[in-house]
């Protein structure tokens, strides 16, 4: 199976433990996007890594949550501290460039706080 | 004003009719044009994919990009039950590639 993998599928946790999202690309892809879906909403840009490198984190909030894409592994979403508004389901997305390709999304982390 | 307005409200339509949906933007440097179809629990799943202005059509479905009006639209022709999902649309204006969404049409397709 090439397509994005995420694990875990599901995720419980009580608030103000830390949740980690793990998110590995389609094979030969090295851009990943993080996007975030409450629910009743659309899907909200949350971050952009390459390897090793933050490039757009302009939809992360600001306190509590970040994210990287090591040389080795998958890309990590880490959110410290949770509260019951974190719950939703994080999509990961990949591209091969980002000249404008297509992303192709993972099946999803559903996060529920308690 | 939101980068892009989908009128989020539910679609039931009989088997065999034509599905339309649309979405408006705001943004001028929006250059690409997706169409992700979502099914319950499930990740999207890229339907329709255009660059710039025009039209483009995949089997029973017709993807529509005015530039001019910033609106999009989606048709579903012969709309099937396996048809019934949220579809989802998103732009993105190119460079780093970050999309931006609407909140989607969830469309149930009645045998």
């Known amino acids: 199976n090439a397509g994005v993998m995420q694990n875990p599928r599901h995720l419980v946790r009580r608030r103000g433990q830390e949740a980690r999202l793990r998110c590995s690309p389609m094979k030969g892809h090295s851009h990943v996007y993080w996007y975030r879906q409450l629910p009743e909403e659309g899907l909200k840009f949350m971050v952009y890594l390459q390897k090793e490198n933050i490039i757009d984190e302009s939809g992360m909030p600001k306190e509590r949550f970040s994210a990287e894409f090591p040389k080795e592994g998958p890309s990590i979403l880490r959110i410290q501290q949770v509260v019951r508004g974190d719950s939703a389901a994080y999509f990961c997305a990949s591209t091969g460039s980002s000249g404008g390709e297509t992303q192709y999304f993972g099946p999803g982390t559903r996060l529920l706080v308690l | 004003q939101k980068e892009v307005e989908q009128d989020p409200g539910p679609l039931s339509v009989p088997e065999g009719a034509i599905v339309s949906l649309n979405c408006t933007y705001s943004n001028s440097a929006f250059q690409y044009f997706m169409w992700y179809r979502q099914y319950s629990r499930k990740g999207p799943e890229l339907l329709m994919y255009t660059y710039s202005s025009g039209n483009k059509e995949d089997g029973r479905f017709t993807a529509q990009v005015d530039k001019s009006s910033k609106y999009i639209s989606l048709f579903i022709r012969d709309s099937q039950p396996s048809d019934s999902a949220t579809y989802l649309c998103?732009?993105?204006?190119?460079?780093?590639?970050?999309?931006?969404f609407g909140k989607g049409n969830q469309v149930v397709v009645i045998p």
């Open positions: 998103a732009m993105s204006a190119g460079g780093n590639n970050r999309l931006a």
